[in-house]
Structure formats: C-alpha cells, structure tokens
C-alpha cells in the first residue's frame, strides 16, 4: 500500500485581471496538512484578492485551484464553504446585539436561516461543540455576554470561533491581529498553534513579530507575483524582500 500525502490545496498559475491590470499574476504555491502559511507584501500586492480567489468571491482569468482533490474555480462560493474552506476579513463581522453563544450558534452547520437558528432547539451536541470552540477562542466565561461588549481582540476570536464550528480543513484569515493588543496577539498565536491540529491556516499579515511566531513558511507577494518563499529566515534574509517590503 502507498501513503499518498498530497497537499490540502495546490495554486497554479492563477491569474485574475480588472480591466487589464494583473491583481495576481500567475501565481503557484501548495499548502500542507497542518501548515501555518502567511503570505506577505506590500499594500497592493494582491495579498486579499488570492484569498478572494480561493473562497470564489472573485473568479479566475486562468489557473487552478485544488483543494482535497477538487476544483474549487468551478464552485459557487457557497459550495466552497461547504467544501471545507473558512475565511475571515479584515474587519470583524459578528452580531453585535447576540450573544457570543448566540453568535457560535448561529454559525453550527445546519441550513437553517439566521432568523430559524434562533428559534431551533439547542440540542446537546451543538451546545457541547458551542463550549468546546469557546474555550478555544478565550471566550468560555463570556458566553452570555452580548457580541457588542468585548474589546476588538475578543470579537475576532468570536469570528474565528464562527468559522472553527463550520469545521473547516482550512481556515483563511486576513489581518488577525490588526488592532488587537500585544498580549491578544500573544493568545491568537496560541489559538493558531491549536487549530492546526487538525486543519490548515492561510493567514494574510504585516505585523512581522507575529508571523515570526507563527510561519511554518512565507511567502512573499509583491505586485501580484511571488517574490520570494520560505522559511522566515530566509525571506528576511532574501534582498528583494528587503527591497520592497521590510526595508520600509
Ligand atoms: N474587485 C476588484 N476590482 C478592481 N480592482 C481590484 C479588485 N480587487 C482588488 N483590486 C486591486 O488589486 C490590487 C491588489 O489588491 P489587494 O486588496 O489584493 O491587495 P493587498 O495585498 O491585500 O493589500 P493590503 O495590504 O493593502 O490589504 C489593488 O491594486 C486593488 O486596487
Ligand atoms: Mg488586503
């Protein structure tokens, strides 16, 4: 018997244009089971459209998009999120007048409408899996608490909690950290460090301290392309990443 370890998503040569101008630019890379990859770059470097791109809110010009064997550039962005693939923006979007058990519970896999969720009947296992995420995301203790109350930090573990319930094989997240304090920061590393255990995280980030912590492996953006990719070491080492981007 073979022991087949294919990557749980594998780019190539994905482009996207609007009106001529080459946002991503013939782009390849592969992402492991169990791998923390950021991407860095640049403002403008297209950084957000690649992850636009993998979760079909923007369509391909050319390439592919594998993910555990499937074509994801033909998928509606709601079949992607079925297919396993999480993604969190840059601002938090959580229901500031819920709570934060409300929020996660409204984000269990169901079919079920926002308005329906609320007014479906807590079973066991929802409420079991609503505490498990919960102590993941540094929230256990403030589960009755309405979304609008907690700081900014605490509202985009809660978005990342929504995600995490959806269970998904891999998880996108652009700018975690932005506004968060250095000792939320230290726990999203953290929380990061467990998610992994089952699942794959593609995150967007500038805040460099942060991806030191986290990398398994970078890979640098710059004007659609890739510049540059590896370990951190050897991206804050490599001239044209100095050049463009960290010399700033
Ligand atoms: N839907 C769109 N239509 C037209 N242009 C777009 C669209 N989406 C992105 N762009 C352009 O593509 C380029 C890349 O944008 P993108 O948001 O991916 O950059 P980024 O690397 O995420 O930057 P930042 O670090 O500022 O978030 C920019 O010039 C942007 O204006
Ligand atoms: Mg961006």
């Known amino acids: ?61 050319s390439g592919s998009i594998q993910f555990e064997g ?86 985009q573990w809660l978005e990342i909690g929504m995600l995490l319930i959806q269970d998904p094989a891999l998880l996108m997240l652009d700018e975690p950290v932005a506004g968060m304090t250095v000792s939320e920061r230290v726990r999203t590393a953290e929380l990061l460090q467990r998610i992994i255990q089952s699942r794959s995280v593609l995150v967007i980030e500038h805040d460099m301290g942060f991806v030191e912590k986290i990398a398994h492996r970078v890979t640098v953006l710059h004007q659609g392309r890739i510049i540059s990719d590896g370990s951190m070491e050897h991206v804050k080492n490599d001239p044209k990443v100095v050049e463009v981007y960290l010399g700033h």
């Open 1 to 61: 018997m073979t022991i087949q370890n294919d990557p749980l998503l594998s780019v190539e040569n994905l482009s996207v244009s609007f009106d001529g101008f080459k946002a991503v630019d013939d782009l390849s890379f592969q992402l492991e089971k169990g791998e923390i990859r950021v991407i860095i770059g640049p403002n403008g470097a297209g950084k957000t459209t690649v992850l636009d791109l993998i979760c079909g809110r923007t369509k391909a010009t």
């Open 70 to 155: 499937r074509e994801l550039t033909r998928l509606k962005e709601y079949d992607i999120v079925r297919a396993g693939v999480g993604r969190k923006f840059q601002t938090p979007s959580v229901y500031e007048d819920l709570t934060v058990f409300e929020n996660l519970e409204i984000s269990y896999p169901s079919g079920r409408s926002v308005f329906e969720a609320l007014f479906f009947r807590r079973n066991k296992e929802i409420v079991h899996r609503i505490k498990e995420i919960s102590e993941m995301i540094f929230l256990d203790k403030q589960l009755d608490r309405k979304a609008a109350d907690l700081s900014h930090g605490q509202k």
